[in-house]
Every structure is written in C-alpha cells, then in structure tokens.
C-alpha cells in the first residue's frame, strides 16, 4: 500500500460544481494533512492544512479530515476555471515533523466553463 | 513570486558532464529543501538542511551532492547523472515553528534533462 494515495483523474467539473479531491494515507498515527495546488508548469503552493477531525473551511475551500477511516478530502465550492489544476496532498514522514512531507501522486482538477 | 528564485530554470546536460544547480531564499527561513518531481509519480523530497545542518538524506545516489554554505542559499552538485534523473528539480524553504504548520516556499524549479 503506497503511504499517500490520490486519484490521479482528471476530475472534470463544471463551473459552479463542487469538486471533491480525495487522499487516503497509511499511517495510522498521521496527525498533520495537507493540500497543495500545482498549476500546470508552476510549484506547488499550500492552500489548507488540518489537523483536527472533522471540517475546516477557508473561503471556497474545505478540507474534511476522517482518522478513524484515514482519509482526507479537499472540497472545492462554486468551482471556477481558475482552480483548475493538480491537488496534491500531503503527509509528514513517520517519526518525523511537518518538514518531511511524503506526497501522493496528486489529483488533476478540470473546470469546465 | 515566492521568495525562493531557482537557477537555471532549464538544463541539458550528457551523462559524463558535472554542473551545479542553485536555490535562494530571500524569505528570512532557516530550512530549505531539494525535490525531484517526475512525470506519474509522487514529488520526492531529496535531502532537508537546517540551520546549514543536513537532517535528511533520502537514500539519495551519491551522484547528486548537496551543498548549504548558509541558510539562504542551497546548491545541488550534479556529476554522471542516468537519463532516469530527467526531472523538475524544486527547491523549497521553510520557517520552523513551535506551534502550526511549517509551510514550505518552493521555487520555480529546475527542468533537467540528461541526454
């Protein structure tokens, strides 16, 4: 089992739509998450992270954290053109802090006008 | 602009030749990180450096050499590098934090092909 699994996609969505991301992860004892946006030929730049169980909201973005099921999910409200891109997320290393990121492979988010 | 420039942005280099690539932060961070990110599959991260000091080295080949003279500057040392090393080489920095989330600067990158 890969440590942090994504569906590569691409999700296409239409403008307006809400666009749901989904990570899985493996270790169980996992405490931080994050999401990160990378346009295509552009860095990735970090847009939520959680840490808590349940759902934190930043503006159009939610993310939803679930332990118990080792999920965690990226909602994004009123979808525009502009969020199209890959999502990847993001999980400290086992035995190590919030520097050493292990990444999954990242979901392609299309936003169709 | 993120704060953390990267050069060259792209590379071509053959399998017998050494050249070096270069990462500066001008964000104040005391952090700074080498990634490796390949066409279907998951960013790599390569080696961390704190405070100058290299606190991980992810079973990196000995081909590809890190160097942190201080902690704004970070250089990757390329020699005999594989036609499999093809890859966008990003460079990220990152203030540690009691408390929150380190969040973690990345560059533009380096778009490296070995012929």
């Known amino acids: 089992q890969k440590e942090v699994e994504q569906n590569s996609g691409p999700l296409s969505v239409p403008e307006g739509a809400i666009a749901s991301l989904n990570c899985t992860y493996s270790?169980?004892?996992?405490?931080?998450f994050f999401w990160y946006r990378q346009y295509s030929g552009k860095s990735p730049e970090l847009i939520m992270f959680?840490?808590s169980n349940g759902d934190k909201e930043d503006g159009r973005f939610t993310a939803q954290l679930n332990k118990a099921s080792q999920y965690v999910s990226l909602l994004i409200r009123d979808s525009q053109p502009s969020d199209s891109a890959t999502y990847l997320c993001a999980v400290p290393k086992k035995g190590g802090n919030n520097r050493k990121l292990i990444w999954g492979l990242g979901t392609s988010l299309a936003v169709n006008p | 602009e993120t704060g953390v420039t990267q050069t060259p942005r792209h590379l071509v280099m053959g399998m017998t030749n050494k050249k070096s690539l270069k990462c500066e932060q001008h964000l104040g961070h005391n952090a700074m990180y080498w990634y490796k990110q390949s066409a279907k599959k998951p960013l790599e991260l390569m080696f961390v450096y704190n405070f100058k000091e290299q606190t991980e080295n992810n079973s990196v080949p000995s081909r590809f050499s890190p160097e942190c003279p201080n902690s704004s500057h970070l250089f990757l040392h390329l020699h005999t590098l594989q036609p499999e090393d093809s890859a966008l080489y990003l460079c990220?920095?990152?203030?540690?934090?009691?408390?929150?989330?380190?969040?973690?600067?990345f560059g533009p990158g380096t778009r490296l092909t070995v012929l």
């Open positions: 959680i840490y």
């Open positions: 270790d169980r004892g996992s405490q931080s």
């Open positions: 990220a920095s990152s203030q540690e934090k009691l408390a929150g989330v380190d969040e973690q600067f």
